[in-house]
């Protein structure tokens, strides 16, 4: 059994990554801001510090001597050298959480790359943004009010840059796609669950979006796949893609959740170029961001120990039990797609 330091321990995948770990009869601490409130399960220990201020804390945490140290919330390179600092001399891996955001393919998706398209699946050694911070301004602040870890500089590639250049410290870097179950902090799915849950006859897409493909993974497999690869020395300077094997289109993933929750309206795509205002989002949705996750499967035998319909039904039922606290009622102008519909039937089918 291994010593393991979890750093963003209780948030949204580390609430199901702790009793893993625990579970396996790991030595088990936890980083923990003074100020958190979510429960800790059983015998592990607390330190208190904030991430953001890791030097602080750097006494107590190399005095636990942990052999495996995960960090669930880097976000910046300034992060992971002090983390790296803290850690270098102590323990015998780390293992990063990053994200598929790093992909050129994404960059292309959010319109900061030209030139052609990424060809798929994306693999672990598909070329990377050419750009860094790929998000605008606002939205990083948005996500900081949801995540109290992001840093304003937010951007795994120089994360992955730092912790892999490190030439002392072992490190996984596991890439981890766009994660839904219960707990989801931005409750990506209340959209289309709450047009289900209010009897819509239609849910409307544009095409492209209706097209568009992209890598999931549900909360509790994802915490699966970062345990196996925290505990298996065979990942040690490895990087992973972690993703369901099959990337689903988002029209898809609307019906699979209507079938769950007994929902039998239609999923209308619309024209890119007939589409309301309300529909169009600034993305180029013809470079899809389909996924291999063969790797980690290969190397670690990492299969998911929750299927796709359990996962489906879970997050269904946590979303319905806690909606999110502030709704934007204007995302749900149910007068406009009626009218739409009614006036320009022509422009939509059935996806």
Request: charged share 25%.
């Amino acid at each position: 059994m291994s010593r393991i330091l979890v750093i963003g321990g209780t948030g949204f995948i580390g609430r199901q990554l702790l009793p893993l770990l625990l579970a396996e009869g790991h030595e088990l601490a936890l980083l923990r801001r003074t100020e958190a409130t979510t429960p800790m399960p059983g015998g592990l220990r607390a330190i208190v510090g904030n991430r953001q201020r890791l030097v602080e804390s750097a006494k107590e945490l190399r005095e636990f001597r942990p052999d495996v140290v995960i960090d669930l919330i880097l976000s910046a390179g300034a992060q992971a050298r002090a983390m790296m600092n803290v850690f270098r001399g102590i323990a015998s891996r780390v293992v990063v959480a990053s994200s598929m955001d790093v992909y050129r393919a994404c960059g292309i998706l959010h319109r900061l790359e030209e030139g052609e398209l990424e060809p798929l699946p994306l693999t672990e050694d598909s070329p990377l943004r050419s750009k860094l911070q790929t998000y605008p301004r606002a939205q990083i602040d948005f996500l900081k009010g949801v995540f109290g870890w992001l840093d304003d500089e937010y951007d795994k590639i120089p994360v992955e840059r730092e912790v892999m250049n490190d030439p002392e410290l072992p490190v996984t870097v596991l890439r981890l796609p766009m994660i839904y179950g219960p707990g989801d902090p931005l409750h990506r799915w209340h959209p289309t669950l709450k047009r289900m849950d209010d009897a819509r006859p239609f849910i409307l897409l544009t095409a492209s979006f209706a097209a568009w493909r992209s890598p999931r993974g549900f909360v509790n497999n994802v915490a699966h796949a970062i345990a196996l690869a925290a505990t298996n020395e065979r990942a040690t300077g490895r990087v992973y893609n972690v993703a369901e094997q099959e990337s689903f289109s988002e029209a898809e993933w609307t019906r699979a959740i209507g079938d769950v929750v007994g929902w039998r309206g239609r999923v209308v795509s619309v024209p890119d170029d007939d589409a309301p205002d309300f529909l169009k989002v600034p993305a180029r949705f013809e470079q899809h961001w389909v996924a291999d996750s063969s790797r980690i499967r290969r190397e670690l035998g990492y299969e998911e120990p929750i299927g796709r319909s359990e996962s489906i039904a879970e997050t269904v039922q946590w979303e319905r039990s806690n909606p999110p606290p502030n709704v934007d009622q204007r995302r749900f102008n149910y007068v406009a797609e009626d009218n739409f519909i009614e006036h320009r039937p022509g422009s939509a089918r059935e996806s």
